[in-house]
Structure formats: structure tokens, C-alpha cells
């Protein structure tokens, strides 16, 4: 073996050490949509607040969020201002009520505010599981073609709509005029 | 009042750390002989401070001192008072405070126990190893502090200690495996020393040997009660998940095991110089790798601790200092490699060779499986999780070439081996072995309507009982009819036909258990029975029952075969009161040749429950063959060549 | 020779009789918690169960998770076993939703050569590192050696032959 061959651990350990230096920024447990490019999943579910029928074409044409929520989830209840501020703010969003009760889910918007356009009543779960849904609460934002752009896992507060979503629901709006 | 104790004698212990680094290394470049027998006093004093520390910090939580950050993350009031003494390691900045006790520990028997070093070397060792303290000393004071106060407001009760750590896992497991880890420090510090002073004979193996024995003994012991712990603990009868900071014990101690045979071929031969040092090297960067994962927060795992990206930075700083340092004084002052060989043919020396490669091979593909999720992050290639059967498709063959090598090593010879010598001895058994392999799953599986024949139970006999066979042969060779000869055997052969004989017993459990395994989950009301494998299964019912702190459901089920009583078992639902978390408490009837293993899942209504019965036929030969590993290797550490005074000691001592 | 045979024969059929695990294991009262249609569809969950992660939990596999995700998860796993979908489909119809995240046995691909060929790449550069030094030292041995006395060349065997025991 040879001089040179001595200083292949010491090469490959720099290596390493540099994956390691990168990996210390990165969140291993961001897990990125499945769906993001693709289109919004086609379902047929009732609306929260009365009998109609929902489907895709509801928010065809438009940018919107799809935030999924429930009674159940704690942390829906620390996003929820967040959510007012920015329907008050002119930003669409629309609710997917995942696997609720709708007496209480219409009672917790009657008491916290209500930022949705309307809210997708998803009882068994079966459109979150489309979307790739783990639990709440998630934020979609999907764009005027009805494809999804980006996924949030986690509470959406100002923080992490500056960080991910600003720039992009910026550019979509532009890019639909 | 104490926690101020306990952190002033952490900053002492950090000064004589720091003497014991410089003043002995700068003594044995300049001759002085009293700066380097600095080297073995300090040891002792570091190890006194730090001990105080320690025992602070355990007066804290058992005094319930929740002014103390530490203490209210991981303590009660209600909390058992041994659970209070072992929640003082059950997260990172107590587990820390271990590490540096243990390392005070190891460098404290280093300086007592080599007193027929050669002055220059022990003083070399004994500064590396303090230099090792130092950076651990700086990592605790600077970003993991245990002794910080949350004060002025503080909680009037703690957080508790997780339930799935209360438990005599957490009492033996962790101190167990980081004696191992930081054991393997002592022979990193050889190699170092060796390095820079440019000595690396046979006589530098023999000094280094015992030490990379017993630690590779703790460390065998910490793997196998963790893979215990975790079967009996987490109520779903699994053993080992390969997961991230399971692989981060299992690395280093497959190359520890490389290490320790090879430093054996150079003890006895002089071969492996370069070898032995990389590996040393080797063993310890992935001690400190494995740290360094399980505490940065890089990597996803149910075992990881808490974290925070600043100490990410430090442990990184410091790796990189010590594994990069260490690589790249092997680079430039590394043996050159003999060009006379030593060795030809089938001889020990190439077994141990293949021995080597394939251990290495198999810490490789571990390492590559571990960090790959980081790696393609990093590379955006994705989100790409890598788990068992990733990590199963490679070790199982790599395990299975091991196997066959181990058993044709037992006959070799050292320098060379014929081969007619060879080709008589392993016919015999081999033809056991295929025997087994063929006839036993038969029986194993057998079955009036559905007949089974296990390939993996037949490869799994195969190679247990072709291990065994060859170290039977050898034994019967090497004794014959005559009991004396037995005597004159060392206790480093023993050591070895032991631990051997533990690796294949450790394979029978892994492979039958996993080959024959009968699992059902039913759902079960009082007065229902169920049948699995050949036992009968009759839940009687639940109670609720209080403990120290919780409360639980208690389930009775009673275990039968051919209406024969066998046992009772309890497994319970319990609830925790100061976290509401519910746990899962496995019941378990063990046995060598099968454990029966019950657990209650969620209640279903109508008192009815979904219950776990399984029955896992050899699983406890999987820590028996742990156990007499280790105990092989115990005996080969007190082998009494180690232990003789050597006639030469008092002329070596004081010499350059 | 003989003796050692018979021992070593009636040991390993001692283990036989302890050792009889019957596949076909009955129930009756009580219910499987998720039945199956045939018992080949069942073999055929708790493998797929076991190869897929849980996307919420930190590091396990759907069967040891108790996530409301896993549940869900774990259903559709099933209906689809009944509903005679391949390993493939299955799985495909997973990760087109949750995406390879979930595989933990990951998928061969572009982006994982390096995970799946670097440890036989390894395997193999050592295997021929070795025998490459291995052959060619081997030549050089026989040129080297040294010619002994015949009273030397015993003393040379007695002491190596000494140490054969310890190892």
C-alpha cells in the first residue's frame, strides 16, 4: 500500500464532516408533499355550514390555502388568529374539516372566527388521506389550475408565512393576472 | 448550594484536564520525567471532581431540587428513588456528565494500572486521554450545562422522567454501554501516542490488548441488555429496529471486534501494524460519531435526545478536531506496509484478514444505510427513508460469511496452513452441519395438513451448528481423553471458543425466532380462548390496579398446553399521572427453547380488548449467546500473561 | 470419532421435541383484531406493515405505530389486499401520496445507486485488494526464505506450534 492510499480515511472523513456541516440546517422530520405539481385530489364531500355538495371546481380559478383542521388538534387553536388575520388580510382560505364532528367544528368557528370560505367536511378522513394528510394541523396552497404548490406541516404562524408561503402566493397571484 | 458545588468541581476537573494535556506531552518531548509522571496523578484527581459533580447532581434529584433545570425536565416528586438516581443519565446533559465520569474513570485506571509502561508512552496516553476530557469538559460547561437554574421562577413539581424509562433498562443499559464506548478511548490514545512517538511493535499491542478487550466486554454487555430492554420494555416483541442510534452502538463495536482480533496477529506476529492503528482510530471516531448523531438532531429516532443545533456545531468542532487530527497523523506518520510477507496460504493471518474485511464491510454498509436519509437531503435527492430491510439484505450474508470463516479459522495455523491439514478437519463439520440444516426443519415445522420447511431456519442451523461443531473439534483435538491437558489451555483460548460459541447460539436465537415466530392479534372477551402455535390461550379478564405512579388495567391470561396449566400472565395498560401517557407492559413467560410474550392493545368496547399473543421460539438465545460473547471476551482480558510482572519492567521504565 | 457423532446427534434431536410449533393455529371464540379472507393475504399485510413507515412517527414502522395516520394507513392496506391489488400497487398507491418517505426498504433508483452499490462496491475493492498484495507477496515468500538447519527448522516449528493455543 502505497503513501497516498494512507490518506484515503482522512479524505473520506472530510467528506463526511462536510455532509455532517449541511446536514445541522436541515430538519429531518420536513417531510414535503407528495402532491406538490400535481393536482388538488377530485372529491365529492358535503360543506360545514350547509347541505351543499363540494368539489374542485369550488375553488377553481382561484389561489387559495386549503387548511386542514379539527376540534381535536390543540395547535389548530394557536394557528387559528394567524388564519383571521390573513383572510382579513385578502388571502382565500378554505377549511378541510378532517375527521370531525360538524356541530362542534361549526361551534369552535362560531366562537374562534371564521377565515374559510367555505369548509369541506371530511369525516372518515378519505380526501386527507388523497392528499397525503398526517394530521393537523397542514396547509396547502394551491394555485389558480387547482395544482399544489407547497405543503405545511405544522402551525402556520407569521414566522413560517414570511419563511414559505408569502413569496409564493405572491407570485401566483401575478402570475393569474 | 450543592448544584454550585457540583458546578465549581466541574471547572476543576476541566484545569487538571487541561494540565494533564499539556504538561506530560510537552514533558515527554523535552525529557522532563516529573512533568510526565504528572500524567499519572492528575487522572486520579480529575476523576475525584468529577465524581463530586456527579454525586451532586444525583443529591439534586433526589432531593427533588426543581430549581434546576435538568432536574425539573426529567424528575417528580412521585418518582421511585432509584428512578431518580438513574434519571440523572436519562437525557443529554446528565448522560454527558456520565460520559465524563466514565472517561475520568478509564483515564484514573490507565494511570494506576501502567505502572510497566515505558514512561514516555504511559505519559503520551495518559495527556491524549485528558485531552479527550477537555473537549468534553468544554462541551458540557459552555452549552450543556445540568446545573443551570431556572430560577427565579422554578415549578413546584418536574416534568417526570418518560415512562418507557422507568424501568431497570435505564439503571444498567446506558452506564454498561458507555463504559464500552469510552473505553475504546484508552487504545484510541495508544495509537495516537504510538503515532507520535513512532514505536508501533508487538510489544505496543501486548501493552494496548487487555484494555481493547475490556472494553469491547462493556460494550458487548451495553448492545445486548439495550436489544433486551427494548424487547421486554416496548410491549411489541421486537428486538432490534436498526435504528439510528441502535447502529450508532453496533458500529463501533463491529469494528472494536476487528480491532480486537487484529491486534492479536500483531501482537503474535508483528503483521496488521497499520491495520491495528486505523482501527483503533477507527473504533473510537465512531464513539464519538455515534454521539455526535444521537444529540445533534440530524437524524429521526425514537431514541434520539433533545436537541439544539448550537451543540450540533461544538460536537461537530470537535469531532472533526480529534477523528481529522488522528486521520491525518496516521496519513503522515502511518507504518509503512512490510514488504516481506509474513504469512502465505490458508494461515490465521489471512482469516483474520477476511475477518476484518468482512466487519469493516459490514460497519461500512451500516454507516452508508444510517446517514443516507441526511445525504440525499443534503443533495436534494429527496426524502429517502432506509430501515430493516435495507440493512437485513446485507448484513445477513455478510453475518453468514463471518460464520463460515470463523469455523475454518479455529483450525488454521499462524504463518501458514496446509491445506491437506485443513481439508481433514472441516468434512466432519460440515457434514454435522448440512445434516442439521437438512433434517431439523423438518421437525421444526412440521405439521399434519400444512407442511413448512424453513429455508432460513435451515441456513440459520447450517451455520450455528457448523460453529459449534468446529470448535467442538478443535476442542476434542487439542484434549483428547486427557483431562490435564485441559489445564495447560489458556484462558484466552477459552476466552475465544467461548465468545464463539456465543456468536452461534446468538444466531440460532436470531434465525429460528425470526424464521418461526407465530404472532396473532385478536380481539378477545372474558372466557374467550385462542390458539397460537401450539399453546392455548384463555383471557380471563381485566382489573384496574394503582402503582407508585400511575394507575393501569391489569389483564390476567392464562396459558395452557394440551389443558395443562403452563402460566399466568399479567400484562398491563398503565397510565402515568403526571404526564397522562399510557404505556405498555408486555407480560412474558421466558424459556430458552421459546418465550411467550402477551400485551394488551386498545380496549374495544363491552370489556372486550384487542390482546397481542405471541409465541417466539429460541428469541432468548439471542442474549444468552450476548452474554457468553462477552463473557468470552472477560476471560481473555484476565489472561495471565497480562498479568505477569514483567522481569524487564523496572529497566523500561525511565527509558526513552 | 463415532461416539462424538452419536452425542452430537441425540443432542440436536433433544431439541426436537420442545421445538414443535404448529403453523395451523386455530381460534375459536375469539377473532383476529384485522381479518383476512385467506390466510396468504394475511402473510402478505404483516410484511407490508412492517416494510412501510409511519409519516408522523419518529422512526417506525406502521405495525409498531399506534398514529391515527398509521391506522388509516394500515386499513387501506388492507382493503386493497382484499380487493386483490399486488405488493406493487399497494405500495405505489402509498407513495403517490405520502411520498418514498415511507418506503423503508427504499425503491432502486437514480437517487439511491450510492445507498444500494456502494457496500458491495466496498466488499469488493477490499476482496481484491487483498488478494492482489495476497498474490503478489505470495511470490516473493517463496524467493525470500531463508535456508535453516535441520535442528533450526525444528526449534522454528516447536516454538510456533506453542503458540498455537492462544490466540
Redesign the interface.
Known sequence: MNKIALFIPLVLFATLSLFLLKGLDRDPTELPSALVGEAFPAFSLPSLMDESLLSTDDFAGEVVLVNVWATWCFACRIEHPMLNQLAHQGVKIIGLNYKDQPQPARQWLEDRGNPYLFNIVDQQGSLGFDLGVTGAPETYLVDAQGIIRHRRIGVLDQAVWDREFDQRYQQLLSEDQ | MIAELGHAALIIALCLAAIQTVAPMLGSFMGYSNWMRLGYSLPLGQLLFVAVSFVCLAAAFLSDDFTLKYVAQNSNTELPSYYKISAVWSAHEGSLLLWALILAGWSAAVALFSRTLPLLLGARVLSILGAISVGFGLFLLLTSNPFERLLPVAPLQGADLNPLLQDIGLIVHPPMLYMGYVGFAVPFAFAIAALIGGQFDSAWARWCRPWINIAWVFLTLGITLGSWWAYYELGWGGWWFWDPVENASLMPWLVGTALMHSVSATEKRGVFRSWTLLLAIFTFSLSLLGTFLVRSGILTSVHAFATDPERGVFMLAFLALVIGGSLMLFALRGPAMQKVAAYSGWSRELMLLINNLLLVSAMTMILVGTLYPLIADVLELGKISVGPPYFNFFFVPLIVGLVVAVGIAVFTKWKTTEGRLLLQKIPFPLVIALLSALFIPLFLGADSQLFSYSLSAALTLFLAVWLIATIASDLREKIGSDRARMAKLSRSYWGMQLAHSGLAICVLGVGLSTAYDDSRELRMHPGQTAQVANYQFQFVGTDKIAGPNFTAHRGHIRVLQQDQLVTNLYPEKRDYNSGGQVMTEAAIDPSLTRDIYVSLGEPLGNKAWAISLQVKPFVRCIWLGGLMIALGGLLAAIDRRYRRRSKHSSAIRGGA | ?GR??VV?SLL?LG??P?????????????????EFSQPALRERYYQLI??L?C???????L??SN???SA?MKA?IQRMLEDQKTDRQIKDYL????????????QVKQ??W??WF??IG??FL??M??WR??SS??T??QG?KPQLTIEQQQRLNKL??S?????
Open positions: 470419532m462424538l457423532l452430537c440436536l431439541t426436537v420442545s421445538a414443535n410449533f404448529d403453523h395451523r393455529s386455530a381460534l375459536w371464540a375469539s377473532t383476529e383484531v384485522v412492517q416494510e413507515r409519516p408522523k412517527c419518529q422512526n417506525q414502522n405495525a409498531d398514529a391515527p395516520i388509516d387501506q407513495v403517490s401520496r405520502y411520498s418514498e418517505f415511507i418506503l423503508y426498504r427504499p437517487n439511491t450510492f445507498l456502494a457496500p466496498f466488499i477490499g476482496a485488494v487483498i498484495r495476497y507477496v505470495k516473493s515468500v525470500d510456533l506450534d503458540g498455537e493455543d492462544n490466540p
